[in-house]
């Protein structure tokens, strides 16, 4: 597909080195999203190199749950590109950092999609590396969609600067450049704890190292205490995913995603229990 001509409808957000614009595109009367990125200097050629492996990691991928990538087009001035433009799937909704205070069944189910379709990145040889709530889209039809795959990792990649976003690095991922699908398990605990309890996790956390789970438990305070809301059983879970060392995190992803529809199961029929029990009263 060819990006084509469109009219811009709006602006949507801007990243770094990127705004993104929500267009209709003249060839088939479509809304996308339009990602658009230009070359000011020497340091904003990276926000090229992020946007060509967006495309090349979203047009490669096929799963309901992650933001589908339609074509590219770079802008050059002489020999030298000058910008991009990347076209991506529309996502009619806000993201869920915009979101707050979404019942625990809600939240349980953006959770789900998320890790089944990291589950299935991850099959693929594929890491997200840049898992927050900025980067998951929730639409206005209850769809969920995995975004922004500019610093995507593939399995047995090296890469000499640590990407990603600060409050949801791992500590081997600040400290020693590693992205796995360990690693994305962490970036989606800390995204889970935020988005449950309101709070990130203490930044200390990024220095713990191989830290024993005592040394752990004394400054990450359990969910619970912060919203009464939260079950055991999730509270277990998240805290799992965001051990200092990855040996203590759940195995894989879809361990992460199969225990959140368990989670999701037992609180639906707790519910359901309760209220059938306040209609016999």
């Given at each position: 597909?060819?990006?084509?001509?469109?009219?811009?409808?709006?602006?949507?957000?801007?990243?770094?080195?990127?705004?993104?614009?929500?267009?209709?595109?003249?060839?088939?009367?479509?809304?996308?999203?339009?990602?658009?990125?230009?070359?000011?200097?020497?340091?904003?050629?990276?926000?090229?190199?992020?946007?060509?492996?967006?495309y090349a990691?979203?047009?490669?991928?096929?799963?309901?749950?992650?933001?589908?990538?339609?074509?590219?087009?770079?802008?050059?001035?002489?020999?030298?590109?000058?910008?991009?433009?990347?076209?991506?799937?529309?996502?009619?909704?806000?993201?869920?950092?915009?979101?707050?205070?979404?019942?625990?069944?809600?939240?349980?189910?953006?959770?789900?999609?998320v890790a089944?379709?990291?589950?299935?990145?991850?099959?693929?040889?594929?890491?997200?590396?840049?898992?927050?709530?900025?980067?998951?889209?929730?639409?206005?039809?209850?769809?969920?969609?995995?975004?922004?795959?500019?610093?995507?990792?593939?399995?047995?990649?090296?890469?000499?600067?640590?990407?990603?976003?600060?409050?949801?690095?791992?500590?081997?991922?600040?400290?020693?450049?590693?992205?796995?699908?360990?690693?994305?398990?962490?970036?989606?605990?800390?995204?889970?704890?935020?988005?449950?309890?309101?709070?990130?996790?203490?930044?200390?956390?990024?220095?713990?190292?191989?830290?024993?789970?005592?040394?752990?438990?004394?400054?990450?305070?359990?969910?619970?205490?912060?919203?009464?809301?939260?079950?055991?059983?999730?509270?277990?879970?998240?805290?799992?995913?965001?051990?200092?060392?990855?040996?203590?995190?759940?195995?894989?992803?879809?361990?992460?995603?199969?225990?959140?529809?368990?989670?999701?199961?037992?609180?639906k029929a707790?519910?359901?229990?309760?209220?059938?029990?306040?209609?016999?009263?």
């Amino acid at each position: 597909m060819d990006i084509g001509k469109f009219t811009i409808v709006g602006e949507l957000g801007q990243g770094a080195g990127s705004r993104i614009y929500k267009v209709r595109r003249e060839a088939d009367s479509k809304f996308y999203a339009l990602k658009i990125v230009k070359v000011e200097s020497s340091e904003d050629k990276k926000y090229v190199e992020q946007v060509q492996n967006e495309y090349a990691i979203a047009n490669g991928l096929n799963h309901p749950y992650l933001l589908k990538a339609h074509a590219i087009d770079l802008q050059k001035k002489l020999l030298f590109v000058s910008g991009a433009r990347l076209l991506l799937e529309y996502v009619d909704g806000m993201a869920l950092a915009d979101c707050p205070g979404l019942p625990i069944t809600k939240l349980l189910s953006v959770f789900f999609k998320v890790a089944d379709g990291m589950a299935y990145m991850h099959s693929e040889g594929i890491y997200h590396a840049d898992i927050k709530p900025d980067n998951i889209m929730i639409g206005r039809q209850k769809e969920v969609k995995i975004i922004d795959f500019g610093l995507a990792w593939r399995r047995g990649e090296s890469k000499d600067r640590v990407q990603g976003t600060l409050e949801y690095l791992a500590p081997e991922q600040a400290q020693n450049k590693i992205v796995n699908g360990k690693t994305d398990t962490f970036n989606l605990g800390v995204t889970m704890y935020r988005a449950l309890t309101g709070r990130g996790v203490p930044p200390e956390i990024r220095q713990c190292g191989g830290a024993d789970l005592g040394t752990f438990d004394n400054f990450v305070t359990p969910l619970h205490r912060l919203n009464k809301a939260v079950p055991p059983e999730l509270d277990e879970l998240v805290r799992q995913m965001i051990r200092c060392n990855p040996d203590y995190r759940p195995s894989t992803m879809r361990e992460v995603r199969d225990r959140i529809r368990e989670i999701g199961k037992r609180l639906k029929a707790a519910q359901r229990a309760t209220s059938s029990d306040q209609d016999d009263d």
